[in-house]
């Protein structure tokens, strides 16, 4: 790899952009890839590798291609530069203190979004992106994508359902909440009454986390975070689950 | 907009940081993997000139094996393309245990 594109590669990183390394693997020569941008029509050169790049980039799974030049193929390790997944928590409440850590280990940009500041305080959680606003203003700020988990954990109802009802017009890749089946079921008697519909009910994971029957707030943020892992990781079991 | 370091080892900003110090680098990848090996495609490890390393290609099995040829690709210059299989008896030493094999590019940084 060439200096500069290492230079390049960090700068894009640190800028969260979404970038892919191609690189040849009989010569070991490398470019970078913005198959997420608009491209310039003109430059017609590689269009078949960023093709690829774009498809390794959404699956977000690096690999191997065979990209044909002329009579020979060459193959090219094309690997995947996604920005971190994000994990917005509503509710700077206990359980957020070890959410928020286990979530940065686990990968996450997280933030916390709640307008108490006496429990969003920089003392409760260092180095976490803190929102001081009403969790539907948070969750626009915010800005969910395909690659977010979203976690309530207020369980109040003037907290948390201004956030879902943001959250579920989005494309989230995890919901979840807080709060027993009991909570749960008038949770969505009211999101029903906003409109929302079965298969809207069906995008929350309510009650949170995998039943592991956790006590603690360490060990249910465990459980949060592995529901999550298997929401990111196998989606299909994390259905047939529910 | 966060304080967090989401890449624990950092293993590019290392290989920057080496190469800044006058050192040289070479970083290895894992680009192909075949079943139950430990770590994904895309894992990564960077090499000084001395040997110190960063990062991880395995569950600690090859990584011996890999500086090895990573200090080799910092003297001469070229890239290597070195398949990992199932251990046996005789060659555990550069195998995998857990019977996967996987695929590691190995490069200079120049």
């Given at each position: 790899m060439k200096s500069d594109i290492l230079k390049q590669l960090l700068a894009d990183r640190a800028a969260k952009r979404q970038v892919v390394m191609a690189t040849d693997l009989a010569s070991g020569e490398g470019q970078l890839l913005y198959p997420g941008e608009p491209h310039d029509e003109t430059d017609d050169g590689d269009d078949e590798l960023l093709f690829a790049a774009r498809r390794v980039m959404l699956a977000d799974k690096s690999g191997i291609v065979e990209i044909a030049d002329g009579a020979d193929g060459r193959k090219v390790f094309l690997h995947v530069y996604n920005p971190p997944l994000r994990m917005l928590i509503v509710g700077a409440v206990h359980i957020a203190q070890p959410l928020s850590q286990m979530a940065v280990l686990a990968g996450y940009d997280v933030a916390i979004v709640d307008p108490r500041r006496e429990f969003a305080s920089r003392d409760r959680f260092p180095g976490i992106t803190l929102i001081d606003a009403w969790p539907d203003d948070g969750v626009d700020q915010f800005a969910p994508d395909r690659r977010t988990a979203i976690v309530t954990l207020t369980h109040?109802?003037?907290?948390?359902d201004p956030a879902l009802i943001k959250v579920l017009r989005s494309d989230a890749f995890y919901i979840g909440c807080l709060g027993s089946n009991r909570t749960h079921a008038k949770r969505l008697e009211r999101l029903g009454m906003e409109g929302?519909?079965?298969?809207?009910?069906a995008r929350i994971n309510g009650?949170?986390?995998?039943?592991i029957g956790g006590k603690s707030p360490a060990e249910i943020a465990v459980s949060i975070i592995?529901?999550?892992?298997?929401?990111?990781?196998r989606p299909k079991q994390a259905q047939t689950a529910e | 907009m966060n304080e967090q370091n989401v890449d624990h080892e950092a293993v590019l900003e290392k290989a920057a940081e080496w190469k800044a110090a006058g050192r040289g680098v070479a970083l290895a990848t894992v680009v192909a993997t075949w079943g139950s090996s430990p770590r994904p495609v895309?894992?990564?490890?960077?090499?000084?000139?001395?040997?110190?390393f960063v990062g991880s290609v395995s569950g600690g099995c090859i990584e011996g094996a890999v500086v090895t040829?990573?200090?080799?690709t910092i003297q001469d210059?070229?890239?290597?393309l070195i398949d990992y299989g199932i251990s046996d008896e005789t060659a555990w030493q550069v195998g995998?245990?857990?019977?996967?094999?996987c695929e590691v590019f190995i490069e200079p940084l120049v």
């Open positions: 109040d109802p003037k907290l948390d929302f519909s079965q298969a809207d009910f009650p949170i986390g995998l039943d592995a529901e999550i892992t298997q929401a990111l990781r | 895309g894992s990564q490890l960077v090499v000084e000139e001395g040997g110190d040829e990573a200090r080799q210059g070229q890239t290597r995998l245990a857990c019977g996967g094999k």
